[in-house]
């Protein structure tokens, strides 16, 4: 079982910049994937972004260019730093563990709004 919390989510401006981090415990041995993935009123929650120790980093096609998701593996965080955002990027972020880039784990943070509005 992995314990995950969120933090840094808050109302920005279009074209402003947030930084969201997720510290995980617990049972990281076997956890070599973790990722952020969001969910917009109305809609399904998906993926924006993912990082593998051995597959790599993967962003959904409307992040690339403007996020960067970054893991200390030593701290057991995972951070994405988002930039020039956009009203559409609003929701609420959760901070995942597990499975693979390709598709979310079974753990999950409590999520985070993130709401992007002038």
């Known amino acids: 079982q992995v314990q995950l919390v969120e933090s840094g989510g808050g109302l920005v401006q279009p074209g402003g910049s947030l930084r969201l981090s997720c510290a995980a415990s617990?049972?990281?041995?076997?956890?070599?994937?973790m990722g952020w993935y969001r969910q917009a009123p109305g809609k399904q929650r998906e993926l924006v972004a993912a990082v593998s120790s051995s597959e790599g980093r993967r962003y959904a096609d409307p992040v690339k260019g403007r996020f960067t998701i970054s893991r200390d593996y030593a701290k057991n965080t995972v951070g994405l730093q988002m930039d020039s955002l956009k009203p559409e990027d609003t929701g609420v972020y959760y901070c995942?563990?597990?499975?693979?880039?390709?598709?979310?784990?079974?753990?999950w943070g409590q999520g985070t709004q993130v709401t992007v509005s002038s």
């Open positions: 995942n563990a597990g499975g693979s880039i390709w598709r979310p784990g079974d753990d």
């Open positions: 617990g049972s990281m041995f076997s956890i070599y994937v």
